[in-house]
């Protein structure tokens, strides 16, 4: 760097989950060198539940996110199944499970696009940033809020139908589950059903039309081409609670295709950095450099072949009608993805509540037991990989955990560089605008900086403009 | 708007962080020993959809940690405020509160209950001594004062802090 170099701080990010924070730096023309997104906090958990019983991996280590606890809970659960033989569950148990994780997925979502994007998304990315909140969209469009508060109650409901509580729950466990679903239970979701399906399809025309209203800003917003990663069924569809691994090249051709769960090391390698306490998983076969990738929900869009519910799949189609059929690149697509992924949620979520085996009564299965377990399931805002070895003692010997906000970590980073050149990059003066603009890129990933590190609390915006001689030239603060 | 019950219980805390646990320990005692026309409910946090539980009672009762008002502990009258922004990891009863009014059309009264609570550092799942006392002291009270309507005759001006799960001060809690 120059000796007139600077540096500009966002911390912490706003209207993400977690923390981290941005620093930009500017060369004496106040262009762009570098620009990083750093994850501030350290997790903790793959080192101390070593020496923990295998059977509390499904609730402990869920502990370390309040957003998308049900799919840390589910993905442990996973794992530990093939510790304790009970890979092949009951089909009362693999559906109470499902269901508990589309619910999870419904919520997830919605609270996302809802509350913490839809800001930018309505108001615009320089409206003023007293009304670019949830606040404003109450004040705006009651009818919104109320249907975002009430998506997301219907999701929790769910989660706590199937694992006793809405967060931190205690369903899933090794071979099973540990209730099913009462007819009592069933009907009282039910009755909201139809509703909740208006609601989905309101919700994603209202992100696509966004970004077909905005189609010039979102091609080229924070994007930039990459491969992609998800589990996919057997037959290619989407299914976000089991399959094997497939990753597509930026032109949509195959890397790697149904590679079994346990096998996920044969193919993803994670690599780290002195200045992220995140680290930077990669695909095996492209190298550190090459191999980076994207998960979540324009991921699992670009990966599946078809989705298994109708309204889904034709929102699909026209989705991928955008791109020629072609790998969707636009960040900001993520919005639309995610809420083509509400609509197949509830599809889901009514499929299952309609099938008799959630009254079933056969929970837990047993077998062989085996010392190591992975599971892979696709969280919210991504593919998650939870694997596990076990002593002959029970007691947990190792642990990995991939989260889907660390398979985006390279992804994000290159975004957030993406806007400072484009917004920053020769600017005399640093706006809030332009500010919002890197956080909007990171939040169409919507990352969980918690589950990436274990980090929770407050979170303002502070920017500081750093001389080269260390001394804060310029400060900024916005609180959340 | 039908009210199930007239009083909302909301606990919060996490049992697992010593004191932090007032809130759910609260929430056990009125499960054991209900009252009438008093729901209960108890969370790790406020979140969003408690809004929803909020807006089907007359009036609602945020009940957490205090790690440093009153003693035994403190009843407050909450106004919703606006919430600039919200996630899952922290949400604050005054948004709740902000979301039922604004977005589902609440008109009912709110308060905070601040339990005061001491140790919150350590991961141990029992209250302190001190700290069980004035549950006790609360429970009692809160029992008298729904069960004869007189709720409102025991709120204090005076302003307290909550206690997040890392044992920091909320500041602003109450109003």
């Not at chain 1, 969209?137 to 989660?159: P, V």
């Not at chain 1, 466990?173 to 609601?199: C, F, H, V, Y």
């Not at chain 1, 550190?288 to 869009?301: F, K, N, Q």
């Not at chain 1, 979520?349 to 892979?376: F, K, M, P, T």
Request: proline letters at 4%; glycine letters at 10%; a negative charge.
């Amino acid at each position: 760097m120059g000796t007139h170099a600077r540096r500009i701080e966002i911390s912490p990010v706003t209207r993400v989950e977690g923390h981290g924070k941005v620093t930009i730096h500017l060369d004496e023309g106040n262009r762009v060198i570098d620009a990083r997104l750093h994850i501030v906090e350290f997790r903790g958990f793959e080192r101390f539940i070593q020496g923990r019983p295998y059977w509390e991996m499904p609730v402990a280590v869920q502990r370390l996110c309040g957003i998308c606890p049900v799919s840390h809970h589910l993905c442990a659960a996973k794992a530990i199944d093939h510790i304790v033989g009970g890979a092949k569950l009951t089909p009362t148990a693999e559906k109470m499970r499902r269901l508990m994780h589309y619910g999870q997925m419904f919520q997830s979502h919605c609270l996302h696009f809802f509350h913490l994007a839809s800001p930018d998304l309505l108001f615009g990315f320089d409206s003023d940033p007293a009304t670019r909140n949830v606040m404003g969209i109450i004040g705006t469009n009651r009818d919104l809020a109320f249907q975002a508060i009430m998506m997301r109650k219907y999701g929790q409901e769910i989660i706590r139908a199937t694992s006793g509580k809405k967060i931190h729950g205690t369903g899933a466990i090794p071979g099973g589950i540990n209730k099913s679903l009462t007819i009592a239970e069933r009907d009282a979701l039910l009755a909201d059903i139809e509703q909740m399906k208006k609601w989905s399809r309101h919700a994603l025309d209202l992100a696509r039309r966004y970004t077909l209203a905005n189609i010039d800003l979102v091609k080229t917003f924070a994007s930039f081409e990459s491969n992609y990663i998800s589990i996919v069924r057997r037959d290619g569809a989407m299914d976000l609670y089991d399959g094997g691994l497939r990753a597509i090249d930026a032109n949509g051709g195959p890397i790697f295709d149904h590679v079994p769960n346990p096998a996920y090391l044969d193919v993803i390698r994670e690599g780290v950095r002195s200045w992220s306490y995140m680290k930077f998983p990669f695909i095996r076969s492209l190298g550190e450099e090459a191999g980076w990738y994207r998960v979540g929900p324009l991921a699992r869009i670009n990966t599946c072949d078809y989705i298994d519910t109708p309204e889904a799949e034709a929102a699909r189609l026209e989705f991928k009608a955008l791109t020629n059929g072609r790998p969707n690149h636009m960040t900001m697509a993520f919005h639309w993805a995610r809420m083509i992924e509400v609509v197949h949620s509830i599809e889901m979520i009514e499929r299952l509540l309609n099938d008799s085996d959630l009254q079933g009564g056969d929970l837990v299965v047993s077998g062989e037991r085996a010392r190591e377990g992975v599971g892979i399931i696709e969280a919210p805002r991504g593919t998650l990989f939870h694997h596990y070895r076990v002593g002959e003692d029970d007691l947990v010997t190792m642990c990995n955990l991939i989260v889907s906000t660390t398979s985006n970590n390279e992804a994000m980073n290159r975004s957030v560089r993406r806007v400072a050149e484009d917004c920053l990059s020769g600017r005399p003066q640093i706006t809030e605008g332009m500010l919002n603009r890197i956080e909007i890129a990171i939040r169409a990933y919507d990352p969980c900086l918690s589950c990436a590190t274990h980090a929770l609390g407050k979170m303002a915006l502070v920017a500081e403009i750093i001389g080269p001689d260390g001394v804060v030239i310029d400060h900024k603060v916005r609180e959340p | 708007m039908k009210h199930a019950q007239k009083i909302l219980l909301l606990a919060m805390g996490n049992p697992a962080r010593g004191d932090d646990g007032l809130g759910p320990a609260l929430a056990s005692h009125f499960e054991r020993h209900p009252i009438d026309g008093l729901g209960v409910m108890w969370n790790y946090q406020a979140s969003i959809e408690d809004a929803a539980d909020v807006a089907e009672h007359e009036s609602v009762i945020f009940a957490d940690a205090s790690g440093s008002g009153a003693e035994p502990f403190g009843l407050h009258r909450v106004l919703g405020v606006g919430p600039r922004s919200l996630s899952s990891h922290d949400v604050a009863p005054e948004a709740v509160i902000t979301l039922a009014r604004q977005a589902l059309g609440w008109q009912g009264r709110a308060y905070l209950l601040g339990i005061r609570g001491y140790e919150f550092g350590s991961f141990v799942e029992r209250l302190s001594d001190r700290a069980a006392e004035n549950l006790s002291v609360a429970a009692t009270q809160l029992s008298v004062h729904i069960a004869s309507g007189t709720l409102e005759s025991i709120v204090t001006d005076a302003p307290t802090t909550t206690i997040d799960r890392h044992g920091a001060p909320w500041p602003n809690a109450t109003h």
